[in-house]
C-alpha cells in the first residue's frame, strides 16, 4: 500500500468531487426522479467531477511527493552539509 500525505482541504477537496462524480453517475442511471430533471442534475454532477479528476490527480502527486521528502528530511542526511566540519562551540573545551 502507497502512502500520501494530503492536507485536510486537499482531502475534502477530492472526497467532495469524487462523490459529486458517483452522485451524477447514480442519477443518469436512476428511475425515480423525472428525466429531464434527472438528466440535467447529472450531467452537471458528472461534468464537475470530471473536470476535477485533474486537479485532484495533482493534489495526490503532490502528497506523494511531500511524503518522500519528509522520509528523506527524517533521515538525518542534507546534502548541503556533507564534508562540512563543526567549530568548536562555547563549554566544548570542558569536555
Request: aromatic fraction near 4%; avoid cysteine; hydrophobic fraction near 50%.
Amino acid at each position: 500500500m502507497k502512502s500520501v500525505v494530503l492536507t485536510i482541504p486537499s482531502f475534502a477537496f477530492i472526497v467532495a468531487t469524487r462523490a459529486a462524480l458517483g452522485v451524477g453517475v447514480g442519477l443518469l442511471a436512476s428511475t425515480r426522479v423525472p428525466e429531464n430533471r434527472r438528466r440535467r442534475i447529472g450531467a452537471a454532477l458528472l461534468a464537475l467531477g470530471a473536470a476535477t479528476t485533474v486537479p485532484s490527480i495533482m493534489a495526490v502527486l503532490r502528497g506523494r511527493k511531500r511524503l518522500a521528502q519528509g522520509r528523506r528530511a527524517a533521515s538525518g542526511r542534507d546534502t548541503a552539509l556533507v564534508g562540512a566540519t563543526r567549530f568548536a562551540r562555547k563549554g566544548d573545551d570542558a569536555f
